[in-house]
């Protein structure tokens, strides 16, 4: 039976190539001469997180300007990143901000990838396999189909598809 997993997970090395350039750019750029601006990527496990540091929060949104131009020449989609954590301050005039990377689809978008693979009334299933959906039925071009209309539904997740199998 025909199937394929639809999953949340970034290019690593394009990831850590443009966080490298990024670091690169922020270290030589005269305007952050003198500053404390800066970035770092740290693996945890699975867990990865980018951390964005300088001396205001004006100066983070030029960091992480920079982050998201160097990702986008890269072909790093920007969705993979959460920008939602609040810029702290670490001690004198020093500011920080944790990013996280996303990977892995939770409990939640896999539902929702679920119910929009049940609403296409297409004759695919889907399953949910710990951080990844796994998608299957018996013609080959029902799965093609199903892929289209999940990018078309998930547009805020940069879903990708692997592991297709006939």
Request: no cysteine; proline share 2%.
């Amino acid at each position: 039976m025909p199937s394929f997993d639809a999953v949340l997970e970034p290019d690593l090395v394009e990831l850590r190539n443009a966080v490298d350039q990024a670091a690169r750019e922020v270290a030589t750029r005269f305007d952050f001469k003198g500053t404390s601006a800066r970035l770092e990527l740290s693996d945890k496990g699975k867990a990865r997180e980018l951390t964005l540091y300088g001396d205001t929060d004006f100066q983070i949104g030029q960091v992480r300007e920079v982050l998201v131009a160097k990702l986008v020449k890269r072909g790093v989609d920007v969705r993979f990143l959460d920008f939602s954590a609040r810029i702290e301050k670490i001690g004198g005039d020093k500011v920080k901000q944790a990013v996280a990377v996303k990977t892995g689809i939770d409990a939640d978008n896999a539902k929702a990838i679920q119910t929009a693979i049940k609403q296409s009334k297409l004759k695919v299933q889907a399953q949910i396999q710990g951080d990844v959906v796994r998608v299957s039925g018996t013609k080959r071009d029902d799965l093609q189909l199903a892929i289209r209309q999940l990018r078309a539904a998930m547009t805020e997740l940069p879903i990708s598809f692997t592991n297709f199998r006939d």
